[in-house]
């Protein structure tokens, strides 16, 4: 996949997520009130179900229609179509864009390994207490959960005393949950999708709000563990220091999310089961529902990617291979190629074929081609078309040969055994 590629893939996926993002962050209140805070952090899965179906509809094959006489090819002379093309080096709007948001990806990702270092830079001389739970040298330091390969419940070094053991009981199995639902791998996704998308301010507003539901839906596990604790609850994280660095992967129990809107929710009454399969109904709907959108809408948008649809310029033609002219094997080769923005097959697929030899024929010379590249806005993009290549037994050019082309495809080129 060349940079128009991986820019449009990007951009795709970015818009459908934003869509997603925007349309969470901005029902998250009505979530939780009717289905609980369970569901509501489950309907971020929503996120990667847009940008999955996104990224396959960008992927989609974009056809090209070209209208061009039949060009004939004898025996084993090479062809041309008018002048040789040739390849100019104009400025490409893409790269520019994709070299600044390059730079941009790089900014973001060093400030939130940045942040990581510094939460984790407090972290030394850890004191190990208990099958991953390990005590820090100072009181501002956890609970907190870190550490993707080697996960540690990190707790604050006067844990023991400024707790009591219900407390001590319910944030330790806070973390546990965490590490349970892979919580911390989640996190580092988010990190990731931050990144990719940097420059856009919704991914740090939903970024944010998806943390809070994460911490609200182990709080809700909790206290189901837990029943009749919440005041307990309230008060072990009233007592807790505020001084937080970001912690961009990991889970802290007192984070920088307001500490209001998770004292609210404890005073919360559960939801019936009804009430959560209704929500989880009506995710799936939901999902199914902008995730056809997405797969149809860059599905449909690569039907005029372009102002100028590729045309043959200067083509080696294939060889008629000796055994199956001998055996009296002949037909249509149809390739799928991609020509990309310097005018060479940057990808080859057999679509249809009567015989092996003939499609080997046939790939081995569109390695050598060079066509003039679609366009658009007079930048060259990338494309992909269809190419049928007659091979035939006698000279009689094949009655469909010369027919109107389809909308997907170039004209048809001509292979005598010769």
Known sequence: MNTDSQLGLLIAISVWTTVSAAL????????QRHFGAQL??????LLPITALAAGLGHLQPQWTNSPLSLLPVVGNASLQRGAAWVQTQAPNTWSLLFALWLIGAAICLSWLVLQQWRFQSQLRNLLAIGQNRFLAKRNDVGPAL???????????????????SLQQAMIVRHETLHLARGDIWVNALIAVWLVLNWFNPIAYLAASRLRRDQELACDAAVLREFPGSAKTYAEA???????????????HWQSSHPIKERLIMLTKPTHSRRQGLFG??????????????ALAGQESATEDEFDVAPSYAQLTPPKYPKSAKDERVSGRVTLKLLIGTDGKVAQAEVVDSPDSRLSEAAEAAVKDWVLVPASKQGEPVPAWVMVPIDFSLDETVPSDASAPTQGNQLDALYVKAG
Not at 280 to 285: A, K, Q, R, T, V
């Open 237 to 251: 994280m009233l007592s807790t220091q505020l001084t937080v660095l970001g912690l961009p992967v990991g889970c």
């Open 40 to 45: 509501a952090y489950r309907s971020w899965l």
């Open 24 to 31: 969470l962050y901005l029902t998250t209140h009505w979530r």
């Open 280 to 293: 989880l109904l009506l995710f799936g709907l939901t999902a199914i529902g902008l995730s056809s959108i």
């Open 146 to 164: 870190i550490g993707l390969f080697r996960p540690k419940i990190v707790l604050p070094n006067d844990f023991a005393t400024r707790y009591s």
